[in-house]
Every structure is written in C-alpha cells, then in structure tokens.
C-alpha cells in the first residue's frame, strides 16, 4: 500500500515553522511479530506536538529524532494485525505516526466500541488523553473538595474547558482565564461558568482578588507565565495547583523571553501544594477517570468542541492554530473517514 508520512527533517527551535518537518511518499510497512498496521482516521495536534518537534529529551514521550515519523495521538482501524491483542476491523486510539497506514506498538493502542451517542472525534477530544489530563488534574492532584473555589486557565480549550465543566458539574464555583470577549461569552454561555477574566485586556490578579475574596483553593494551570504568577498572589492557605501544561512558555522565540513567577514565595506563606503530571503517569488508573468522563458526558454535563482541519498534508501547518489560540475545540487532522 501507498502510504504518506510527515518526517522530522531538524529540530523546531525558537518560534515554530512548520518547515520542520517534510512530506514523504513511501510503500506502507508491514507488521512484524507483535505488531499491529493501523489505517488512520483522526489525528490529534496538540500543543505538546510543539514540544516534541524541539526534540529535547525531557518532553519526549518516546524517543524522536531526525528522520523519524512525527507522532500523535490518533484514530484509527486495524488494517493487519500480528499481535493476539487485535484483529483486523477493530477501532483503536492512541499513539502512533503522522501517516495514513501506521505500525502501532500494542502497548501505545487500546480498542474501543463505536457507540451512535459518541461522534468519533470525542475519542480525541474527551475520551483521550485531554479528558483524562482534565479528570486527573481536578481530582487527583487538585484533590478537588466540595466548597473549593477553581481557577481553570486556557479555559475555553480542549483541555481546560473539560476540566472546567468537570467542576461546574459537581457543584463548585468555577472561574475561568481565556482570551478574548468571544471566548469569555463562551465560557459562561456554553460551559456555564461563574465567572470569565479576559487576560488580554484584563488585569487578571485585581480581576481573581475580586472574584474570589477568600483565595483560590484549585487552580488548573494550562499556560504557567503571568497568569500563574496572578493566582499565586490571591490562593486560599492549602491551594493546590495542578500543573497540567505551561502553554505560555512552549513557542518563545528565546529562552531569554520565558516569564520567572515573583511570586513564587506565597507557596510558602499559603502553604501550598504545586505538582506537574502527565497522563501516562495514571495508565494502571485510566478506566477511573474514564467512568468519571463518561458519566459526566452521557448526563450533558460536558460537551465538546472539535475543530477539525481535512486532510493529512495540513498537519504541520495547522499545529499554529493551538499556538495561537485560534482552534476553536480539540485540533485534529481528518485524514481519512470510515
Ligand atoms: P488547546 O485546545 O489549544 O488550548 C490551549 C489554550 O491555551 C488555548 O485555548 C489558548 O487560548 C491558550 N493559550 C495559548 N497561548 C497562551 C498564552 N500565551 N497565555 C495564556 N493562554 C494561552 O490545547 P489543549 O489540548 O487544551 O492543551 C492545553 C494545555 O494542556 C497544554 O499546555 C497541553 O500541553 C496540556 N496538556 C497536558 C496533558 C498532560 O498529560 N499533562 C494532557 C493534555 C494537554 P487563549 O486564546 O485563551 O489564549
């Protein structure tokens, strides 16, 4: 089979340029022992695909390098299989190349039934590694309570408006940080929110003191920079701050340009708690945080948003859209349909 692929050719540094990587036309490889040949659907652009591209070895997840497939986390069907784990026909998700026919690994792969309630792209958009970082950020490092004031940022993204509906469906008052009047309506109107700051035109510390006079006891941390150098001046004593993703800090044309927090010294005085994570930390874990995700779903109580960009060669290009913020729901390339 005829396959085409996007090819790391150097590493992205500073701001990035989808030049980074190039177009390939190759024959499909087949399976060997173990392996499973995956024809993709759906592929995800995520903003840590950004990071990856700068192939540092602290925010690989595999090992990528010059030469290598990009990869993502994906939709797809199993097209030929050589592990007893998979059978031609099944649906699966998880990660694997920037290509149309794909060699997944088992253990990066998992199945999952085609249901008429959940449209295909919430497999990437909520049943993934988005609604899982939203679940496992609110209630396992956030430890979210009953009465906690929540802070989401990148709150009208994919990530940050899961997790911010999450607490609005369990009682909490919720505040989100995004930019611009339109995602701000969005995020009272559709996610039904308490409260929405603008960080492009806002003074987000006056704006949190205001709308939280007893302090912030959760914050979900998406972009780190001067909005988490804000809620660190107004958390309740004990915050917990779930470091979920630093988008602020991902495309910095220099380091020289990355934001130092002033004030870093309140997670003494409040007594805080501030820990990163990442989804496969959770793996043994998932199917706790998916009933969560499909209960929560199945009772309209989150929705989501894709918005899908046709066709495999607009990969690259379409990835500035997260870096700009002018995604509107989870990104993701459709490369072929059922
Ligand atoms: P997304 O849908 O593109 O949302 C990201 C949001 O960040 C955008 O809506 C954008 O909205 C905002 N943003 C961009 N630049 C910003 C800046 N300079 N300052 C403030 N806000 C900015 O992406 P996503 O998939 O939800 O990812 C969100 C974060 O979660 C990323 O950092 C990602 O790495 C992380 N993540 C982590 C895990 C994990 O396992 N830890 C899993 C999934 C995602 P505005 O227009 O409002 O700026």
Redesign the pocket.
Known sequence: MENDAWIIDRPSLGEYSPDCLRWERRASARPKEGEVLVKTLLI?L???SR?WLKLEKSSAYLPLAIGSVMIGQAVGIVVESRSAHFTPGDMVKGMWGWERYSLAQPMFIERFELNPTIPLEAHLSIFS??G???A??LFEIGQMGPDDVVVV??????????AAQLAKARGNRVIG????PE?CRLLINEFGLDAAID??TEDVAAALARLCPDGINVYFD??????LDAVLSNMAIGCRIA?????????LASSNNAYGCVNFPQVLFRRATIR??????FSSRLTEFDDILERHYQHGQIRHRA?VVDGLEMAPEALR???????D???MVRVASI
């Open positions: 995800s995520d903003p840590t990071n590694h988005v899982r970082a939203a496992i950020g940022s990148g709150a009208a993204g994919a990530t940050g408006s899961l940080v995004a930019g611009g995602k960080y492009k998406n972009v780190g920079g001067a909005i470091v979920c993703g630093a988008m602020s800090q991902y495309d990163g994570f990442v989804v496969p930390d918005h859209h997260v870096l700009r913020g002018s995604n729901g989870k990104l």
